[in-house]
């Protein structure tokens, strides 16, 4: 027998009777037979019962690989012919051919492939496949099909399975087609094998095969399953485990972003947000420049909201601001512009600007993916897990000045750990205004803070997540163990911070709170706040004093120094604003101090609603007060159905208060949480 057509056959017998009728009408002067591989669970019936047709039914879909195996076990002929049942031979000169196999250099050979339109298909086969290849590939989108306007043969690494020769004693040689390979790559593999053999691989450019293409599998996403497996496995064999999971890791990101405007792009666009969420209080400086840090958050929010932007245009899908609090932020962000018109540096009210403007973004975001119950519990425990591992992180740093000395610690941070975190600039500037040591009763202590740049706003941070991870250990099935060790590591990290302003907000919202619960509920929060001021006076004391209950009885003493200080400073940021209702501008408080000062000279009014309405106007002021107050009450509306927002009520009351004497607005942790939690509200109002 000369030749043996081997044709594996899954759910194409539409296609398999007119590949049969070719082979018929072009092979002439050989002894052939055609066998047919029926990888179908049912048995087929073919038009021809010529003697030379033989099928083998498989019951199943054993693959390709195995499929042509055992059509190759079972065939006679010197030469096989692997052909896909979706082609046609269009001309006899396939004959003329088949003694290029008997040349000792030449392993296989096969026709060129082209579509219904005659046009030439890519896949007929290439150069060798490589994972840089393959990563550029999908980068620049280019195809390696050169060879396609060749019209004498040519010399390539593999050629496609739709339509294949080789000898059979070569092909038994190198164990046939690797069954390890379901579907797709397996001819790359065996072609890549008969080269290691010192062979050649030619594809015959004036021998055409008219291949349909796909219609074995129309399912696509089956389609690109088995092919990314078999890529994977191919890169394993031939370049190594590294190699392999290096194209693999490289392929989904790459695909991420290849499905954006995918009907699942809202799912890939919230799986971006709680990967934000977790990475939010770890975030770390970007220096383009040496007097430049940019926090990595200010880089990716407006990359996510540029895909959610680009989702809902592509879409023609409605922003979802219709709604009262979306309105009011957006007026916020107006005034915010409008201010520039009275800056006294224009320079660096754009710099302010330009902070607002990257940050501000993930409001609009999460308002508008976080469309149901599921999705606000799934942000709020990526937020919760967050700040978790930084609590941990915080307290292992406060802990290490016992163990290894203040000054030790302390010049590890500023030398190793804070320049990554804060940035080149931004630490040196942190370092030479500290509020990372506090001194009660003689006694120095290295507060909790790292990785923020100061205590405030971690205390800022996790205190705001405290009440939800209560609520998420009240009301959830699941984790309970995890949201309880969660809530007491809060609390903890926000004692170790020393924060008066974090530990008055936490007592007041938990009072403020109580005529809105249940007499059971109230008794909780009541006999909370007596075990956390019953911490305070167990903290760690020193002989003569305890640092924890020192600082929270010396937040109501109005003749302490940095009280006095800061109702000096209020009392300066009046006279200012009754001077200038309109405002100073954005980012130009401090000039208004010090004609000297430069943009990072710490010089603010440590209290978030004057800063705003002594730089944006009254109107803003008094507009920011009116968002945090329309969010309370959507979280207070919520709670009526699902006591579970009441922990929004307590996050927001405890941010409000601290904010009487810090300014977080120009956090790149506290305010994209702070906008978090008003989208939250948001969504709420919407439904």
């Not at 590294?242 to 009907?263: C, V």
């Not at 290490?400 to 610690?409: N, P, S």
């Not at 506090?438 to 405290?466: E, K, Q, W």
């Amino acid at each position: 027998m000369d030749l043996s057509f081997i044709i594996l056959n899954y759910h194409s017998e539409q296609y398999l009777n007119k590949c049969i009728s070719s082979i018929k009408q072009n092979i002439t002067g050989f002894k052939y037979e055609i066998i047919v591989v029926n990888n179908n669970s049912e048995t087929i019936s073919l038009a021809s019962n010529d003697s030379f047709l033989k099928i083998l039914d498989t019951f199943s879909n054993i693959g390709f690989s195995k499929g042509c195996n055992l059509g190759a076990k079972t065939a006679t002929g010197k030469i096989l012919f692997f052909l896909n049942p979706d082609t046609k031979l269009l001309d006899a000169k396939l004959g003329n051919f088949l003694s290029l196999l008997d040349k000792e250099n030449i392993g296989i050979i096969a026709p060129s492939l082209i579509t219904e339109k005659g046009t030439f298909q890519s896949w007929s086969g290439g150069k060798k496949i490589t994972p840089l290849k393959t990563i550029l590939k999908n980068l620049f989108f280019k195809k390696d099909s050169s060879f396609s306007k060749n019209t004498s043969d040519i010399e390539l690494d593999w050629t496609s399975g739709a339509a294949l020769l080789i000898k059979k004693d070569l092909f038994e040689k190198i164990n046939g087609f690797d069954e390890n390979f379901f579907m797709y790559f397996e001819d790359v593999d065996l072609c890549q094998r008969v080269r290691k053999l010192g062979k050649k691989v030619l594809l015959l450019s004036q021998t055409l095969v008219l291949h349909y293409g796909g219609k074995s599998t129309e399912n696509n996403q089956l389609q690109k399953n088995f092919y990314y497996k078999s890529q994977d496995y191919y890169f394993e064999k031939h370049f190594g485990k590294i190699q392999s999971s290096l194209i693999k890791n490289i392929r989904e990101t790459f695909l991420a972003f290849k499905n954006i405007f995918s009907k699942k792009s809202e799912d890939l666009i919230f799986s971006s947000l709680l990967a934000l969420c977790l990475f939010l209080p770890f975030q770390f400086a970007l220096n383009p420049a040496a007097t430049i840090d940019l926090a990595i958050v200010r880089v990716l929010i407006p990359l996510l909201f540029l895909i959610y932007f680009a989702y809902k245009l592509k879409n023609k899908a409605s922003f979802g601001l219709n709604n009262k609090l979306s309105f009011f932020i957006s007026i916020f962000l107006f005034l915010a512009i409008f201010s520039l018109l009275f800056s006294q540096n224009i320079n660096w009210s754009l710099r302010k600007l330009a902070f607002f403007f990257s940050i501000f973004p993930i409001y609009f975001v999460t308002q508008a993916v976080i469309n149901s119950q599921t999705k606000r519990r799934e942000l709020i425990s990526a937020l919760v897990f967050g700040g978790t591992l930084v609590s941990i992180f915080s307290l292992i740093q406060f802990s290490a000045q016992f163990f290894f000395g203040i000054e030790l610690v302390y010049n590890f941070l500023a030398s190793s750990i804070m320049p990554f975190f804060i940035g080149n600039v931004f630490s040196k500037e942190v370092l030479a205004y500290p509020s990372w040591l506090v001194n009660n009763g003689g006694i120095t202590y290295l507060r909790a803070f790292a990785p923020f740049p100061d205590p405030h706003m971690l205390s800022y941070y996790v205190g705001m997540l405290l009440p939800w991870s209560i609520a998420l250990w009240a009301t959830s099935k699941y984790h309970k163990t995890f949201f309880l060790l969660s809530s007491i590591l809060l609390a903890i990290c926000d004692i170790a911070t020393f924060t008066r302003g974090g530990y008055l907000a936490i007592i007041i919202a938990s009072i403020v709170i109580l005529p809105l619960v249940s007499k059971k509920t109230a008794w909780k929060i009541i006999s909370g706040i007596f075990l956390f001021v019953f911490l305070f006076f167990v903290a760690p004391k020193n002989p003569v004093t305890n640092p924890v209950a020192d600082r929270i009885i010396s937040t109501f003493d109005i003749s302490e120094g940095s009280n006095q200080s800061r109702i000096a400073i209020w009392k300066q940021a009046l006279v200012i604003i009754i001077r200038h209702p309109q405002g100073v501008g954005i980012g130009s408080y401090p000039l208004m101090i010090d004609q000297n000062a430069t943009y990072r000279t710490p010089i603010y009014i440590h209290n978030a609603y004057l800063d705003i309405t002594a730089e944006l106007g009254i109107i803003a002021g008094i507009l920011f007060i009116a968002i945090i107050f329309i969010s309370l009450k959507i979280f207070l509306q919520a709670s009526k159905t699902d006591s579970f927002y009441l922990a929004g009520i307590v996050s927001l009351l405890i941010f409000t208060v601290h904010c009487l004497v810090e300014n977080p607005l120009y956090s790149v942790h506290v305010l994209p949480l702070f906008l978090i939690i008003l989208a939250i509200s948001s969504s709420l109002e919407k439904q």
